[in-house]
C-alpha cells in the first residue's frame, strides 16, 4: 500500500544532474524492463502499442485504408472525441514507415501511467458552502453534477459510495463493470480514495456528498494503465457528456504535447471540466507531469491541512530535521531526549540495541511496516526512515504500529547516518504545527515549451481520509489533491450551471488564497496591505493562484479570464509582450476595478489599464502591457502577482514570462528495454526543448572508464524521441553506467543511470 502514495509517477530517472564519478551504487538502476512503482502489467503481446494523431478527423475506411499496407500492423481503438486519431499494434519498424507517410500531427508510443476528508472539506470553505443554496433553492451539495473518475476503479458497493454511484466502464477489460481490482497482491484502492474525496456521502462525507460518480476503470492490477486506456476512458466520458472529469494520475514528462493532455484540452473545449493532478515529484521546479501539464485543465498541487508536524534535533548538528509521519504510525509525542541508532535497512538482525532508542533506518529492501514492526519488537521508542534516492518522500504503514515512524530526506539521513559511525547522539523531538504550506511532494511548474503556469491551483493532500474498500484510510499525494477541486467545481457547477469551465475555472483561482512561506501561513492567517501580499510568497508556477476557498469562488461577483498570464519567452530583440484579459461583472451591482500598480523592478516596465466600471452583468475586455529591458533585468524566470481591485473584493492573478532558454531539464523520462524482435533494444527519452546535440555514452561501473556512445544525435526534434538499436548497433554485452545528455541554447543536462545489454 505504501508503494501507492507515490502515485504519479510510474518511473523518475531523470532529476538535477549527479557527478559521474559517483558510486555506481547510488545511482537509479535502469533496468531492462521500465522501473514501475508497482509491478508491470503483464502485455499480451510483444509488439509495440502507439497512438497516431492525426490532422484531421477520418472515418474508420479511411483510417483502414492508411494502414492496409501494412499487413503486421493492426488497428485497434479509433478516437473521435478525446483526439482525432487512432491507436496501431504492430513492429516499431512497420509504424514507423506509417508514420512517415500518414498526415499525422504525431505518432506517440504508449506509456505507462499510475494512480497517484473532513478536516480538509472544512479547510478549503465546503463546509460553509452547504449552507448556501442554488437557483432552485437546493443546498449545494453537487446535486444534479455528474463526476468522471478516471483511476483504478471504484468500490460501488462501499455504503459511503453506492447511493452516489451512477455506472461505469472497465477500460482494461472492456466491459461495464468498473469494480476496483480486488486480485491478492495486485489489488488496487485508489480510485475509491478519490472517489469518497469527491462524493462520500454516509459516515465521511466528501467535498460534493450529492453529485453522482461515474467510475471509469484506466488502470489495471497493481494501478498500472497505459495512454491507449486512459485515451479510451477521455473518449467515453466524453460520450457520457459527464461534467467534470478527474484524472489522479500521471507520467514524469512535463511537456505540453504529450496525448493525454492534448486530450483534456479537447474535452474543455467540449464543456467538460478536465481536473489532474499536478505530480508527487517536488520540491525541484520543472517536475509537474502530464497531463498536469494540459493548458486548459485544472492543474492541482497538494497544500497541508492542519498537521502535527515533529522536528528532530540531535546534540552535535545543526538546526533542525523536518520529520513526515507515516500514515497509520502512532502519534509523535516523545517528551524527553532519546539516543539515536543506526538500524541499517530495518531487518530483524539489522536492528541491534535499541530498546527505549529512536531507529534510523534507511528506506528499501523490505516494506515501511515491517522495518518499523522491527524496531518496535526490539523495544524502539520511535522509527526514522531516510529515503534512498534524492529527495524526501511520503508514505503510509500497510497496518498500524504502535510507536511513531516518520520519513525524511536522503541528505538529511545520511548526515545523521555519517554522525552515527562516528559516535553515539542523542536526540529531542519538538512537535509543531503547520497550516497551509506548500507539500514538499507537491510538483512544480512551469511547464517546458509552453511556458504555462502550472500547478493552477492549490488543495490539501496530506493525510486525507477517505473510502476504500472495506472501509477507510489516510492517504497523501497530489491525487487526493485533485478530487478536492474536482467537487468543489461540482458545487460551483450547480450553483451555476451555465458557467463554462473557463469560468468555473476562474472562479476557483481568482478567489484562491497565496501561500506564503512565512510563520504567517503556517498559523493559517492571511494579510493584504495596500491590496498587497506580505511575507514571502511561494513562486506562481509552485502554487498557481493558490489554496483554493470553494466558498468564496461560488460567491464570486467578478470573473477574471484567462485566470493566469503566460507573456511567453521574451529574446534580446523582443521586449514588449501583451497580454489580453476579459473583466466580467457577474454580480447584480455597479462595481468598480482597479490594478494596483506592481512592486517597481529595474528593467521591467508594465502598462495597465485605467480604473473602470461595469454594469450589472457587463464585461469589457482589456490588455496589458509588458516590457522588458533584457540589459538590466537578467533573470530567466520571472513571475508574480497582478492585483485587481473589483469592489470589496482583491483578484490575484498569477503571470510569469521567460527570458530566452530557460534553465528547465533538457532530458527527461529516459527509459532503456529490450525491443519487439529478438537481440533489438530501445530507449525512449523525452526532451522539452529539442537538442543541439543529444547522446547516451556508455563507462564501466567499475573504474568509470569511457567506452563509447550507444547513440548520438544532433538538431533533435522537440519531444518524445523513441530509436530502436539492432543487434549490430549494440555493444558487447554486460552492465554499463550511462550518461543521457541533451545540449540546447549552450545549456547542457544530463541524467545517469545503469543499464544491462543480455547476450
Known amino acids: 500500500m505504501k508503494r501507492l502514495l507515490a502515485i504519479l509517477l510510474i518511473f523518475q530517472i531523470c532529476g538535477p544532474a549527479s557527478q559521474i564519478n559517483r558510486a555506481s551504487a547510488m545511482l537509479p538502476t535502469i533496468s531492462i524492463k521500465k522501473p514501475l512503482i508497482h509491478p508491470p502489467i503483464p502485455k499480451s503481446t510483444k509488439e509495440t502499442v502507439a497512438i497516431v494523431m492525426l490532422d484531421k478527423p477520418q472515418s474508420e475506411q479511411a483510417i483502414r485504408q492508411l494502414i492496409q499496407p501494412y499487413k503486421n500492423i493492426k488497428l485497434r481503438r479509433i478516437f473521435r472525441e478525446a483526439i482525432d486519431g487512432f491507436s496501431v499494434q504492430g513492429p516499431p519498424d512497420a509504424i514507423a514507415q506509417l508514420a512517415a507517410k500518414t498526415p499525422t500531427l504525431q505518432v506517440s508510443p504508449v506509456s505507462e501511467y499510475k494512480a497517484e476528508t473532513e478536516e480538509s472539506v472544512k479547510i478549503i470553505g465546503g463546509e460553509t458552502v452547504r449552507g448556501f443554496f442554488d ?12 463526476v468522471g473518475v478516471i483511476d483504478t476503479g471504484v468500490d460501488y458497493t462501499h455504503p459511503d459510495l453506492k447511493r452516489n454511484y451512477a455506472g461505469g466502464h472497465d477500460l482494461v477489460d472492456n466491459d461495464r463493470d468498473p469494480m476496483e481490482t480486488l486480485t491478492p497482491g495486485r489489488a488496487t484502492l485508489h480510485g475509491t480514495h478519490v472517489a469518497g474525496i469527491i462524493a462520500a456521502n454516509g459516515k465521511i462525507k466528501g467535498v460534493a456528498p450529492d453529485a453522482k460518480i461515474i467510475a471509469y476503470r484506466a488502470l489495471g492490477p497493481g494501478g498500472g494503465g497505459t495512454t491507449e486506456q486512459v485515451l479510451a476512458a477521455i473518449e467515453q466520458a466524453i460520450k457520457d457528456k459527464v461534467d467534470i472529469m478527474n484524472l489522479s494520475l500521471g507520467n514524469s514528462v512535463n511537456g505540453p504535447d504529450m496525448p493525454i493532455s492534448l486530450a483534456l484540452n479537447r474535452a474543455v473545449e467540449k464543456g467538460i471540466i478536465a481536473v489532474a493532478a499536478s505530480g508527487n ?16 485543465a485544472i492543474s492541482v498541487g497538494a497544500s497541508t491541512p492542519v498537521q502535527k508536524i515533529p522536528f528532530l534535533t540531535v546534540a552535535g548538528l545543526r538546526g533542525k530535521f523536518r520529520i513526515q509521519p507515516l500514515e497509520g504510525s502512532n502519534t509523535w509525542s516523545l517528551d524527553r531526549s532519546l539516543e539515536l541508532v543506526d538500524g541499517g535497512i530495518g531487518r530483524k538482525e539489522d536492528i541491534k540495541n535499541a530498546m527505549g532508542k529512536i531507529v534510523l533506518i534507511q528506506r528499501g529492501k523490505i516494506t515501511f511496516s515491517e522495518k518499523a514492526e522491527n524496531a518496535r519488537a526490539a523495544g524502539a521508542k520511535a522509527v526514522i526512515i531516510y529515503n534512498n534516492i534524492k529527495g524526501s518522500f511520503i508514505g503510509n504503514l500497510e497496518s498500524s504500529v504502535k510507536i511513531p515512524v516518520g520519513a525524511i530526506s536522503k541528505r538529511d539521513g545520511e548526515l545523521l547516518h555519517q554522525l552515527l559511525t562516528k559516535q553515539a547522539a542523542v536526540a529531542s523531538i519538538k512537535v509543531m504545527e503547520e ?15 509552453s511556458w504555462d503556469i502550472k500547478p493552477d491551483i492549490l488543495a490539501p493532500g496530506v493525510a486525507i481520509n477517505s473510502t476504500i474498500p472495506g472501509g477507510y484510510l489516510s492517504l497523501q499525494g497530489t491525487s487526493m489533491a485533485a478530487p478536492h477541486i474536482a467537487g468543489a467545481c461540482a458545487l460551483i457547477k450547480q450553483a451555476h450551471p451555465d458557467w463554462t469551465p473557463e469560468q468555473i475555472k476562474a472562479a476557483l483561482m481568482n478567489t484562491a488564497k497565496p501561500l ?75 462595481q468598480h476595478y482597479a490594478f494596483s500598480i506592481p512592486l517597481n523592478e529595474d528593467g521591467l516596465t508594465w502598462k495597465l489599464p485605467l480604473s473602470f466600471t461595469l454594469k450589472p452583468h457587463e464585461s469589457k475586455e482589456i490588455t496589458l502591457e509588458l516590457m522588458v529591458d533584457a540589459k538590466l533585468f537578467k533573470r530567466k524566470i520571472h513571475d508574480g502577482y497582478l492585483t485587481l481591485k473589483a469592489g470589496n473584493s482583491t483578484i490575484q492573478i498569477p503571470y510569469l514570462y521567460v527570458l530566452e532558454e530557460p534553465g528547465y531539464p533538457r532530458v527527461m523520462g529516459f527509459d532503456f528495454a529490450q525491443g519487439d524482435q529478438p537481440g533489438h533494444y530501445h530507449y525512449e527519452v523525452y526532451l522539452p526543448g529539442g537538442a543541439d546535440e543529444f547522446g547516451i555514452a556508455l563507462f564501466d561501473p567499475g573504474d568509470y572508464r569511457f567506452l563509447g556512445f550507444l547513440d548520438g544525435r544532433t538538431n533533435v526534434n522537440q519531444g518524445l524521441l523513441r530509436v530502436d538499436i539492432p543487434p549490430d548497433k549494440l555493444p558487447a554485452p554486460q552492465t554499463y553506467l550511462i550518461k543521457v545528455f541533451a545540449k540546447k541554447a549552450g545549456k547542457e543536462d544530463f541524467v545517469e543511470g545503469m543499464i544491462s545489454i543480455e547476450k
Open 135 to 146: 437557483q432552485n433553492n437546493q443546498r449545494l451539495t453537487g446535486k444534479g453534477v455528474t
Open 516 to 590: 506564503t512561506k512565512s510563520s504567517l501561513a503556517q498559523a493559517g492567517t492571511y494579510q493584504e496591505k495596500n491590496h498587497r501580499l506580505q511575507g514571502p510568497l511561494y513562486h506562481t508556477y509552485e502554487q498557481g493562484a493558490g489554496r483554493v476557498q470553494v466558498d468564496r469562488a461560488v460567491q464570486t461577483t467578478s470573473l477574471v479570464t484567462p485566470s493566469s498570464l503566460r507573456f511567453g519567452k521574451f529574446s534580446n530583440q523582443e521586449n514588449v509582450h501583451q497580454a489580453k484579459l476579459k473583466v466580467e461583472n457577474i454580480g447584480d451591482k455597479v
Open 281 to 296: 515529484t517536488g520540491p525541484n521546479v520543472w517536475t509537474v507531469g502530464s497531463p498536469g501539464t494540459a493548458s486548459k
Open 435 to 449: 497550516q497551509d504550506v506548500l507539500a514538499e511532494f507537491s510538483s512544480r511548474g512551469p511547464v517546458t515549451g
